[in-house]
């Protein structure tokens, strides 16, 4: 069958021929149709992400949407390995496939799911996000910011506060459902200012994808100025802007924040796809917005070379191949 492989580490995937996969007891067999590039994939490419098995060749990607051999659509994730997301065929345990709803299509399926569910599983797995509360999305102009902002209006949210580094970018994130738009400057105290003001009219849930300083500033300004004794569910799900941050031990001393992580590591598998199959439920009455581009797989090479994260790139595949 034709994939995309990686043939060594730190080398891009090419199109070639890989062996075709058969399922073992409780796995089912999927034809694919499509398949999203995404910051995992890419790491794992390189070798650098931490579940890299370090084995050569192997077919790239993680998650997709395709069709059993009974004919129904499925959104699948974390095939078995080395014959992975980005081929003709791949195999996946049977407890780890979602049913598509007939209203949604394959390339947005492919396209939302990762991303989408990140915010939607943060929200409803470790916030436990209610009506009527305020939440805060740091790092809003991304992929996942942008849905983030979305889904918590969708699931109920009075108000939502987008930062971001990019001005111009969060103008656009106000016409998703934000309603207050913070940019992350380099004044430091301005910043403080802002988000102190916000904190003080009361903000229930952060979901957080830099980390980095501006989770240092949004966490201190909410240990100044959040009401006294009301928690600030604090979900940290990304680390676009650095690994590490310098938190003074008295924020979480002085205040109620609850600080907590979101991801496959914090929330069981059954339960983070039952978050996916909930998400892509409400992606079509939910109007959803996601910016996508398509490429056939086996342009995968140029696909790879000119992803710039703007949009989701959905490889697809011809239903009829192999």
Known sequence: MKAAIVQQAEQAPVYGDFREPHPSAGDVGIAVTAAALSHVVRSRASGAHYSSSGRFPFVIGIDGVGRLDDGARVYFVLPRAPDVAMAERTVVPAAQCVV????????????????????????T????????????????????????VQIA??????????????????????????????????????????????????VDVVVDYLWGTSAERILIAGAKAGPDGIPIRFVQIGAVSGADIALPSAVLRSSAIELMGSGLGSIPLPR??????????????????IATRTAPLSDIEQAWASDDGQRRTVLTVDPSAG
Not at 272 to 280: D, F, M, P, S
Request: glycine share 10%.
């Open 100 to 123: 598509l709803p007939d209203e949604l299509d394959d390339v947005t399926a492919a396209a939302i799911a990762n991303p989408g569910s990140s915010s939607w599983a943060a929200y």
């Open 125 to 148: 797995e470790r916030a436990r996000l209610k009506a009527g509360e305020t939440v805060l999305v740091n790092g809003a102009t991304g992929t996942a910011g942008r849905l983030a």
């Open 153 to 202: 209006k969708h699931l109920g949210a009075r108000k939502v506060i987008a930062t971001a580094r990019n001005a111009d970018a969060l103008r656009t994130v106000a016409a998703l459902g934000a309603d207050v738009t913070i940019p992350l400057g380099e004044d430091h105290a301005a910043l403080e200012d802002r988000l102190k003001a916000e904190f003080a009219t009361g």
């Open 272 to 289: 983070y796809l039952g978050c996916i199959a909930a998400l892509l439920q409400a992606t079509v009455p939910g109007g959803f917005r």
